[in-house]
Antibody, heavy 120, light 107 residues
Framework: QVRLVESGGGVVQPGGSLRLSCAGS????????MHWVRQAPDKGLEWVAF????????YYGDSVRGRFTISRDISKNTLYLQMSFLRVEDTAIYYC?????????????WGQGILVSVSS | SSELTQDPAVSVALGQTVRITCQGD??????ASWYQQKAGQAPLLVIY???NRPAGIPDRFSGSSSGNTASLTITGAQAEDEADYYC??????????FGGGTKVTVL
């Protein structure tokens, strides 16, 4: 079955960096588009980033564009989110999610999430 | 507007029907998808496209769309349907936005 497992979260100071990983299994990772979505404490969902199945298209939310970078390693079936210049407001649970593969960007499988806390 | 607007909360009596709406300009071009999130859990896709349910989602969940408004309807709400529900959609630039979420309480 499809499984997504995030790792790499933790506590970081404002201005610092962190790299999240998302290991995928049970599906053809290299043929799948992927997303990162986050949720601040007691807040709603916020879309963060997208990478197309072929790696050619990457899109970012306004609040992270220029600071975060989405990438992947097909050989390891792993998606990454490199986060730099972190701010207190980046504190959230970060989820990776698989895109169903249609033109509508439907997220059909989600990881369990990983907590990132930005605090001095 | 690039936003998607949802009512913050709605309640429904056990076994009755509830409709949750999502409004936004991008819905005139792209279908919404809907996600159920229970406390402490990851979101779960319940409706996508015109009106499609992933495997395992009960048929009491249905979706519809008209103009700039998408709707999620739960027909015969059950206690286990109590959760937060989020809509989302893309735009032509490839970015995605989520609605603010609707908390559904089953009385």
């Amino acid at each position: 079955q499809v499984r997504l497992v995030e790792s790499g979260g933790g506590v970081v100071q404002p201005g610092g960096s962190l790299r999240l990983s998302c290991a995928g299994s049970g599906f053809t990772f290299r043929a799948s588009s992927m997303h990162w979505v986050r949720q601040a404490p007691d807040k709603g969902l916020e879309w963060v980033a997208f990478m197309s199945f072929d790696g050619n298209n990457k899109y970012y939310g306004d609040s992270v564009r220029g600071r975060f970078t989405i990438s992947r390693d097909i050989s390891k079936n792993t998606l990454y989110l490199q986060m730099s210049f972190l701010r207190v407001e980046d504190t959230a649970i970060y989820y990776c999610a698989r895109d169903m593969g249609s033109s509508g960007y439907y997220l059909d499988y989600w990881g369990q999430g990983i907590l990132v806390s930005v605090s001095s | 507007s690039s936003e998607l607007t949802q009512d913050p909360a709605v309640s429904v009596a056990l076994g009755q029907t509830v409709r949750i709406t999502c409004q936004g300009d991008r819905l005139r071009t792209y279908y919404a998808s809907w996600y159920q999130q229970k406390a402490g859990q990851a979101p779960l896709l319940v409706i996508y496209g015109k009106n499609n349910r992933p495997a395992g989602i009960p048929d009491r969940f249905s979706g519809s769309s008209s103009g700039n408004t998408a709707s999620l309807t739960i027909t015969g709400a059950q206690a286990e349907d109590e959760a937060d529900y989020y809509c989302n959609s893309r735009d032509s630039s490839g970015t995605v936005v989520f609605g603010g979420g609707t908390k559904v309480t089953v009385l």
